[in-house]
């Protein structure tokens, strides 16, 4: 969904297709919230442009014209079995694609390895990356756990047991940041019905390093294979013609930590977190500069490309 700062009717895209009147208010209620996300962005900036001196990060939000809000589903790895299956029983036969056989022996243990290929990020619902906007606004996660018995199974096999966020299985909301002077994985916590706010690579560049960006990942917890997670985020990004200046490039933060890092997780984010200094150019538009980091993570040589 886009989000305009305007105050003129939004266009966006009618929920009359939804089934069902649980559904009725579902995109008012999104984009009522993205609003209220987007607004405590501009707060944010203005309390930053007065610390650091200048108008710079607010007008580049106000600039952009509006933000962009996306509801972020993270499966569960059952979720993520049968999905890979489903993907292979298509490539296989066509005729197969709506008839998907139950997972058992040996076939479960190889697609197994091939979704949790092992070493140091199987772990991870998303890799580690810095964010290429301004501000990233997300909401405290929700979880949702499958909970089956031999009851439901004939009504229902798949119901579900929600955890809110004061009863998250982990205790935490599963982000995790990279602490680089200690480096180390620190979880992240947040009370309910709180926003989180990441400082994203722009704000690092439009601040001259005032700002920092925030290095990473989101943590799958293996003690709960059937977890899924659920979280609303809404991007607040400069306007695709924002040029950047990097004069005080010595101010700005490098993705790439020191190749003289010995331990196993700053050597394992190295080989895929493309620094800035690849992706960043003097003069780049805010358009360019996303192309290039979004084709030096996923493009068809990027570093993680093989590891989504």
């Not at 297709?17 to 987007?38: A, I, K, V």
């Not at 003289?260 to 050597?267: E, I, K, R, T, V």
Request: aromatic share 8%.
């Amino acid at each position: 969904m886009q989000l305009k700062y305007t105050k003129s009717p939004l266009v966006v895209k009618t929920v009359s297709e939804c089934r069902g009147n649980e559904f009725e208010n579902l995109g008012s209620c999104f984009q009522e919230l993205g609003f209220c996300m987007m607004e405590l962005g501009l707060c944010l900036a203005r309390i930053c442009d007065k610390a650091i001196g200048g108008n710079d990060l607010e007008m580049s939000l106000l600039d952009s014209c509006g933000a962009k809000g996306r509801l972020i589903h993270y499966h569960s790895h059952l979720d993520a079995l049968l999905l890979k299956q489903h993907e292979r029983s298509r490539a296989t036969s066509k005729k197969r694609a709506g008839n998907v056989k139950p997972l058992e022996g040996s076939e479960l243990n190889s697609i197994a390895c091939d979704v949790n290929p092992g070493g140091i990020h199987s772990n991870l619902w998303q890799q580690w990356h810095y964010d290429y906007g301004i501000f990233t606004v997300l909401t405290t996660p929700f979880f949702i756990l499958p909970s089956y018995s031999e009851e439901s199974k004939t009504e229902n096999p798949f119901p579900s047991c929600c955890f809110d966020e004061c009863q998250s299985p982990t205790g935490h909301t599963c982000l995790q940041i990279y602490d680089p002077n200690r480096k180390r994985a620190i979880m992240v916590k947040a009370p309910p019905e709180s926003f989180i706010i990441q400082v994203g690579e722009a704000a690092d560049i439009i601040s001259k390093g005032k700002l920092r960006a925030t290095l990473h990942s989101v943590h799958r917890p293996s003690e709960f294979e059937n977890l899924s997670r659920e979280t609303f985020v809404v991007f607040l990004q400069p306007a695709w013609t924002k040029t950047f200046s990097i004069s005080d490039r010595e101010c700005l933060v490098e993705p790439r930590q020191s190749e003289q890092d010995n331990d196993n997780l700053s050597q394992e984010i190295n080989k895929i977190v493309p620094p800035l200094s690849s992706r960043l150019k003097e003069g780049m538009t805010f358009a360019e500069f996303s192309r290039e980091t979004t084709k030096q993570y996923y493009g068809g040589s990027g570093l993680q490309s093989n590891n989504r």
